[in-house]
């Protein structure tokens, strides 16, 4: 399995241009989500997934969308790109809610930075 | 409201030396708590994770955790340090109150090793 996957790795973007980072899983997850993490302040949630076209907003939605048409895949959508958010972005997948089942497997990553 | 905190941002320990990394959190439900290890450039991997079975929790890499109701506390340690522990490393926090597992993050802390 590769496990979850992300595309690209780094972006450079400039204020106002729209880009969609992908991500990919292959483990029959149910459940995906997106973080940012940015210095001093570990990951926050930015939306998140509990099926297939089933989405949710997490702690930091704005400026960013989401859809997930397949179970495997959950890209995410900047609609206007700002400075603010420049940041490293990642997914995570998860086999569902039940209490034993918790474990977050994450991507490596996409670096963004906005100009 | 659930929340974590991390108690250091920066730790420096000799190798072959104990690791202390201290977490509080704050929890409305009976949570379930994990802690995360991200290695330079990396993504985050799980290290240990805390469901309510037995209160010290034993993860990859010789690391444990033990969870204190009494004192909200999840501290990580390790009983000698190696070159490889260098790191950053994330107390989570998510409520065992049914629906999405949302992850919450403390700051991180990063832990150096010294020869």
């Known amino acids: 399995n590769a496990g979850v996957t992300q595309t690209p790795k780094f972006q450079v973007l400039k204020t106002g241009q729209s880009m969609t980072l992908q991500c990919a899983q292959d483990?029959?997850?149910?459940?995906m989500s997106w973080y940012r993490q940015d210095p001093g302040m570990g990951l926050r949630l930015i939306h998140y997934?509990?099926?297939?076209?089933?989405?949710d907003q997490g702690e930091v939605p704005n400026g960013y969308n989401v859809s997930r048409s397949t179970t495997e895949d959950f890209p995410l959508r900047l609609l206007s790109a700002a400075p603010s958010q420049t940041s490293v972005y990642f997914c995570?997948?998860?086999?569902?809610?039940?209490?034993?089942?918790?474990?977050?497997?994450f991507g490596p990553g996409t670096r963004l930075t906005v100009t | 409201a659930q929340s974590v905190t991390q108690l250091d941002s920066h730790v420096s320990v000799s190798e072959g030396t104990p690791v202390l990394l201290r977490c509080n959190y704050s929890?409305?439900?009976?949570?379930?708590l994990f802690w995360y290890v991200q290695h330079p450039n990396k993504g985050l991997q799980l290290l240990l994770k805390?469901?309510?079975?037995?209160?010290l929790v034993k993860g990859i890499n010789g690391f444990e955790a033990e969870f204190k109701k009494s004192e909200t506390s999840f501290h990580l340690t390790k009983p000698s340090a190696h070159m490889s522990d260098a790191a950053e490393y994330f107390c989570?926090?998510?409520?065992?109150?049914?629906?999405?597992?949302?992850?919450?993050f403390g700051a991180g802390t990063r832990l150096a090793v010294h020869p």
């Open positions: 995570a997948s998860s086999p569902g809610t039940g209490q034993w089942n918790y474990e977050q497997y």
């Open positions: 997934s509990v099926g297939a076209g089933i989405t």
């Open positions: 989570v926090v998510s409520p065992l109150s049914g629906g999405y597992n949302k992850l919450i």
């Open positions: 805390y469901t309510s079975a037995a209160t």
């Open positions: 483990m029959n997850h149910e459940y």
């Open positions: 929890s409305s439900y009976s949570p379930s």
